[in-house]
């Protein structure tokens, strides 16, 4: 009896080894190994007769080897190997047709008849009431997502759980009952206190999300600040393409102005060149001007720097623009703030005065800056049609 176990123990190891997709992380030879573990636990404790025994165990050891063929439906592959390799190590046809008859009786649905069917039932859901449960039923969860057999969340693999502890299974043999239940009712109290916990933690992030909804809809202000904060932002960037558009102006003027003084004005003096008088001199001319429309687009204007408290009290100053206060003392500038900011309608009318203002400066650098293209342009287009002239009539 003990030579065949062994070899049963081999066979399946080299077929799980050979065979077996490394996606079975929980139906592979570890369970295996603890079912038989628990079958013979289940045995010692039992009086069933040496044939049986050995039938059992024999079972035990070959119940899960149809994994190798299919998931759903296992059972029947299972008992079809087992009889392939007991037939080939000589057994009788009575313990070949008992160790297939308790193979089956391992489906998950079967009522077991006989003890020797409530052992290996029992067995191979032992660790419903074991130490080990959590981690091999995080085993069997990974395993059925590997498989794209069901992804559970967190909250649906408790529920399942729950759901096979206390509807679906239990222990059928005197043994299991008294020494596995008790540690499965412990597993089971876990379980629903992890469910509880959960139940708990989204009620209170939906209570979160609930009176972050409600903050958002009875607070407009958030969407005022949101409106000053994007449209103060995009008059800055506004601004700032302004002044880099009259600084490029700037420095292709001055490079023209350069190369001009340079190497054209010099070349006049001379008889043959006096043709070209006049065309430089349009051509400097229109980039002077240019030069001075761009310096004028981004010249800043500097207010007194000061206000008087009666200024405050009429809203009558803008707190919000440095050119306001820069000169004043910080006490003073500390109090006109305490005031603003203890009157919201005053914040609010001081960003609108500041916004508006930031408008007026934008329009005057717009202008000023079209004007400084449109000069350029027209220089450009004169001092080229100048210099063609000179040269046609000379």
């Known amino acids: 009896m003990n030579n065949l176990i062994e070899k049963a123990d081999k066979f399946v190891e080299e077929l799980f080894r050979e065979k077996l997709p490394n996606t079975f992380i929980y139906h592979n030879y570890q369970h295996t190994e603890r079912v038989v573990k628990s079958t013979k636990e289940l045995i010692d404790n039992s009086e069933i007769n040496v044939k049986d025994s050995e039938a059992l165990i024999l079972a035990a050891w070959l119940h899960d080897t149809g994994y190798i063929h299919k998931y759903v439906g296992h059972e029947e592959k299972s008992a079809e190997i087992a009889e392939s390799f007991l037939k080939d190590q000589n057994a009788t046809p009575e313990l070949i047709e008992k160790v297939k008859k308790f193979i ?84 089971l109290l876990s379980l629903i206190e992890s469910k509880n916990k959960q139940q708990k933690k989204l009620k209170k992030e939906e209570h979160k999300a609930r009176m972050k909804a409600k903050y958002k809809n009875d607070n407009p202000e958030r969407s005022i600040q949101t409106l000053f904060r994007v449209t103060l932002r995009n008059h800055i960037k506004l601004s700032d393409i302004a002044d880099s558009k009259a600084n490029i102006l700037l420095s292709v003027n001055a490079i023209i102005i350069s190369l001009a003084i340079a190497n054209l004005i010099p070349k006049l003096e001379a008889a043959s060149n006096r043709h070209l008088l006049i065309p430089s001199l349009v051509l400097i001319l229109f980039s002077v001007a240019s030069m001075i429309l761009s310096i004028l687009s981004t010249r800043p204007n500097v207010t007194s720097g000061e206000f008087t408290k009666e200024q405050v009290e009429n809203r009558d100053v803008n707190l919000l623009f440095f050119g306001n206060y820069h000169k004043m003392p910080f006490e003073q500038f500390k109090w006109g703030m305490n005031k603003l900011i203890k009157d919201k309608d005053y914040v609010y009318e001081m960003l609108m005065l500041d916004l508006h203002l930031l408008g007026k400066v934008l329009h005057r650098k717009y202008i000023l800056l079209r004007l400084t293209y449109t000069v350029f342009m027209v220089g450009i287009i004169l001092s080229v049609l100048a210099f063609i002239l000179a040269f046609y009539l000379m």
């Open 104 to 187: 089956l009786a391992t489906r998950f649905t079967k009522v077991p008849e006989s003890l020797e069917e409530k052992i290996i039932k029992d067995a191979d859901s032992s660790h419903f009431g074991k130490d080990y449960f959590d981690e091999t039923s995080e085993f069997l969860r990974q395993e059925l997502e590997l498989h794209n057999i069901k992804n559970f969340t967190n909250a649906e693999w408790l529920e399942e759980n729950i759901m096979v502890f206390t509807e679906k299974h239990q222990y059928y043999t005197e043994y299991a009952s008294k020494n596995w239940k008790p540690k499965k009712e412990e597993n």
